[in-house]
């Protein structure tokens, strides 16, 4: 069985002590392939340079989280248009809105989102999307640039049924973390991948954050990393009413084709 875990951000600090070990107990899980996600400028010059570490085995996009938007200049998006240009990255982003933490102003979010799409339409790369709180502003943004966009997923999904159908109506992939094992909030999710199609289903843990809540035994630390991607298969399988096998070569089919991976 092979995985593709397709948002980790392995380039973040908490990895720093072991990340060669992280990589080797995802491989001993399954987890062949992982996109490391850039969510600022220096972390995405972070994130290449691992690729270029493990090459075959990591690819990284390249955003601006909207978390930073209050940052994002004409400098930026020159940096990230140069970066897009790489062929370490697969994908723009992670970028989108989130309404929920508010560290940068709606405005500034809006106006950051906008030019990152842009610049996924210009390059011709996949978008890597990030909303939270915010469906309603952040359809109406991704509906005005779909046509131009060549594909794009709903990261870290974490929305209604009818969320859920409203990304699928814009042929947008949908990207299942551990918070589907969350008996507190995730409980919803379990009906909405009934339904996501195969062809437009990945998985992600979104390590280190977003540990399964249900792993037994429950691990000493709260990091989360892509060991656990099997986990997470195994319960969106479970959902889905189909063998994990089944779950894990679809998944891993669609993240293959969506960022352009070789197959091992």
Not at 152 to 171: I, S
């Amino acid at each position: 069985m092979q995985l593709v875990d397709i948002g980790i951000n392995l380039a973040h600090s908490s990895y720093d002590p072991d990340r060669a070990a992280v990589l080797e107990r995802a491989r001993a899980a399954g987890v062949c392939q992982m996109v490391v996600t850039g969510s600022e400028l220096a972390g995405i010059e972070r994130a290449v340079e691992l690729v270029r570490q493990y090459p075959g085995v990591l690819t990284a996009t390249a955003g601006i989280h909207p978390h930073h938007a209050s940052d994002h200049d004409a400098a930026a998006t020159l940096s990230l248009r140069q970066w897009l240009a790489r062929p370490e990255i697969s994908a723009a982003g992670e970028c989108g809105l989130d309404y929920y933490r508010n560290y940068s102003p709606r405005a500034a979010q809006l106006a950051s989102f906008r030019a990152q799409l842009e610049l996924a339409a210009a390059c011709g790369k996949p978008v890597f999307l990030h909303q939270r709180d915010a469906h309603l502003a952040f359809i109406g943004v991704v509906k005005e640039f779909r046509p131009q966009l060549k594909r794009a997923v709903a990261h870290c999904f974490t929305g209604t049924v009818d969320e859920a159908r409203a990304c699928l109506d814009l042929d947008l992939h949908i990207g299942i973390t551990g918070w589907i094992n969350d008996e507190r909030r995730g409980q919803h999710l379990r009906e909405v991948v009934r339904f996501v199609p195969a062809d437009r289903l990945m998985v992600e843990t979104d390590g280190p954050y977003l540990m399964p809540r249900d792993l037994v035994p429950k691990p000493a630390s709260r990091r989360n990393e892509p060991m656990y991607l099997p986990h997470i298969v195994a319960t969106v399988a479970a959902a889905r009413g189909e063998s994990v096998e089944q779950t894990a070569l679809a998944t891993t089919r669609s993240a293959r084709e969506f960022f352009a991976l070789p197959s091992l």
